[in-house]
């Protein structure tokens, strides 16, 4: 098991930044692969960016260049800095972690932070 706690989230304006921080409860060195995902109201989850299992980061298009994903193993902790924010990166920002041993794999979710951009 794996428990996800993510934070810093809010309201910010059109080109503003924030940084998301997702605390896990486990080493994440031992994580398989951990990423942050988005849902927007009437869209699908989509991933945003994440570690993969080779240790390389793998960035959705539409924030390439603008979102950066980094980890701090010492604290279990990967972030997602966002700067110049747009209108369409308003959604609830959910980190997930794919985790597990002895042939199975399992996806843990946090509950999610709320990001809002106005414009």
């Known amino acids: 098991q794996v428990q996800l706690v993510e934070s810093g989230g809010g309201l910010v304006q059109t080109g503003g930044s924030l940084r998301l921080s997702c605390a896990a409860s486990?080493?994440?060195?031992?994580?398989?692969?951990m990423g942050w995902y988005r849902q927007a109201p009437g869209k699908q989850r989509e991933l945003v960016a994440a570690f993969t299992s080779g240790g390389s980061t793998n960035y959705a298009d539409s924030v390439k260049g603008r979102f950066t994903i980094s980890r701090d193993n010492a604290k279990n902790t990967v972030y997602l800095q966002m700067n110049s924010l747009k209108p369409e990166d308003t959604a609830v920002y959910y980190c997930?972690?794919?985790?597990?041993?002895?042939?199975?794999?399992?996806?843990?979710w946090g509950q999610g932070t709320q990001v809002t951009v106005s414009s």
């Open positions: 997930n972690a794919a985790y597990g041993s002895g042939g199975y794999l399992g996806s843990y």
């Open positions: 486990i080493s994440i060195i031992s994580i398989f692969m």
